[in-house]
């Protein structure tokens, strides 16, 4: 997942590399039925962006999961949700 987002936002000119983006990741699991299973894992990122790039940024946020494999492979069996936090500094 991280890889795609990175993907989306340098197609917008948003540095990604080598520390300008972070992710933090907890899933949940529990035990329906007896058999243990991830059931829902929740994301948070941290970005670095250049001032005035934070609607590039957003738009990244909201769309990248629509072409992410991992995001694609897993939506129908885990619920993933994300949140973001975005610290702009200047070049």
């Known amino acids: 997942m991280i ?3 990175s993907g989306a936002l340098e197609a917008r000119k948003i540095p990604t590399y ?3 983006m972070k992710a933090d990741a907890e ?3 529990e035990a329906p039925g007896g058999v243990m299973k991830i059931t829902h894992i929740q994301i948070h990122f941290q970005l670095e962006i ?3 790039k934070r609607p590039e940024a957003e738009r ?3 769309v990248f ?3 992410c494999p991992v995001a694609q492979t897993l939506k129908d069996s885990v ?3 994300y949140d973001w ?3 702009e500094q200047d070049a």
Do not use: F, M, S, V
């Open 18 to 20: 080598p520390d300008k």
């Open 3 to 5: 890889g795609t987002l």
């Open 60 to 62: 990244a946020l909201k």
């Open 65 to 67: 999961e629509r072409n």
């Open 79 to 81: 619920q993933i949700d």
């Open 27 to 29: 899933g949940t699991i």
């Open 50 to 52: 250049p001032t005035g």
């Open 85 to 87: 936090e975005i610290e």
